[in-house]
């Protein structure tokens, strides 16, 4: 009788229709497909230079590494100093010699940062190219000379292998050096 009742009261009530369990997302379930396949080749937004997600200097064997051990490669993420600051563990290319960077696969990237020595008051003349992911192609990001600093350089989105730092010029105080301590390489917002 009590189920009789309720159908009778909810045929005669005036109750709208409830609305979709989605009606008030921002995304639907497509977009958010989309958006997770975009993560992935994002790297996750995160950093794809670091040697903790695949990366490597495919030039190490012709790269000079300023001090010995494991805290030279611009890939690490420990950025930790000893007391002595002329110790610091980077990388240096010497004129007309690049230091190249390979991703462990191709990543949708728009940001490049990279920490140029910044022990004196050097500018260098560089060049950074994004590697297309055939691995031959290559696109210019930065032309110019580089502050002795962190250095941020945006660009459009480009699906990218690997990334190259060419010395052209040397650098301002004689020596012709390009040193760097740490590169980055991610997909900004």
């Known amino acids: ?18 609305p979709a369990s989605d009606a008030n997302a921002k ?10 396949e975009k993560s992935i080749i994002r790297g996750h937004y995160k950093d794809v230079a670091s040697q903790f997600n695949g990366a490597l200097l495919s030039s190490a064997r012709t790269t000079s590494f300023w001090e010995s051990g494991i805290d030279n490669s611009p890939l690490r993420n420990l950025l930790y100093y000893s007391p002595n600051y ?9 004129l007309s010699e690049s230091i190249i ?4 696969q191709a990543y949708e990237i728009n940001t490049v940062r990279f920490w140029m020595w910044d022990g004196d ?3 260098t003349d560089i060049q950074v190219f994004t ?3 055939d691995g031959q192609t290559e696109n210019i990001i930065f032309d110019g000379f580089t502050q002795p600093t962190i ?9 990218a292998s690997g990334l190259r730092f060419y010395n052209r010029g040397g650098n301002t105080i004689g020596t012709q ?12 917002f």
């Open 1 to 18: 009788m009590k189920l009789l009742l309720l159908f009778f009261l909810l045929g005669f009530s005036d109750f709208s229709t409830l």
């Open 151 to 159: 250095m941020v350089v945006k660009f459009s989105d480009q699906l």
């Open 86 to 94: 002329l110790v610091i563990g980077h990388v240096v290319a010497r």
């Open 101 to 104: 960077v390979q991703f462990l």
């Open 131 to 133: 590697i297309a992911k």
């Open 177 to 188: 050096y390009m040193s760097i301590i740490k590169i980055q390489a991610f997909y900004a």
């Open 27 to 36: 995304f639907s379930q497509n977009d958010l497909y989309v958006l997770r």
């Open 121 to 123: 008051t050097r500018q």
